[in-house]
Nanobody, 111 residues
Framework: QVQVVESGGGLVQPGGSLRLSCVASEDTTRAFVVGWYRQVRGKERELVAAITSAETTHYGDFVNDRFTISRGTEKNTTYLEMNNLNIEDTAVYYC?????WGQGIQVTVSS
């Protein structure tokens, strides 16, 4: 089982930016998929962004070119750059390497 740890969340004002980091216990460049998901209390978890072993990327419809998923120079790290955040982006964000999930990290967008 791959251990996955998210970091970089916190409180940001509307229009601001955050970069989330996902660090795994092993090389994730060959993982079938590394994904960022989010969940608002009372709602289903939804895909934010994903990157595959073929380096293709996928984004949730709500992203609207505001977020970018990328790999770090370290082979076990994946980033989610989030720009122009709005209140509706407030959620717990999770990283998953295939089916191994992190504990999640809170992102709060508020003035």
């Amino acid at each position: 089982q791959v251990q996955v740890v998210e970091s970089g969340g916190g409180l940001v004002q509307p229009g601001g930016s955050l970069r989330l980091s996902c660090v795994a216990s092993e090389d994730t460049t060959r993982a079938f998929v590394v994904g960022w998901y989010r969940q608002v209390r009372g709602k289903e978890r939804e895909l934010v962004a994903a990157i595959t072993s073929a380096e293709t990327t996928h984004y949730g419809d709500f992203v609207n070119d505001r977020f970018t998923i990328s790999r770090g120079t370290e082979k076990n790290t994946t980033y989610l750059e989030m720009n122009n955040l709005n209140i509706e982006d407030t959620a717990v964000y999770y990283c998953a390497v295939n089916q191994d999930w992190g504990q999640g990290i809170q992102v709060t967008v508020s003035s």
